[in-house]
């Protein structure tokens, strides 16, 4: 069996981004590259936000927690813009 790497490549395919799988909100995938030391503080690689396929390459913890933190908040402020939209259509 491929994993979705070998069988996509490095971008989440779009069948796997469908509305029905809304439960992988603030999902991540981290990928720790080859010069990674976590006892020195080392760190590299790429993350991936499973809802969006929003990507970045990192080369510091720094700037993967940057990351998570933008799109984890991202990812709640649309679904407080979902939850209002519902709410005004049920209105309506």
Known sequence: MENRQEAYGDRTPLFLKHPILSNMRGAFVVRLGPGTEPARGRFEG?????????????RSSEELLRFLEQTFEGALRRERELIQRKKQQGEG
């Open 46 to 58: 790429s993350a991936e936000e499973v809802d969006t396929g929003k990507r970045l390459n990192f």
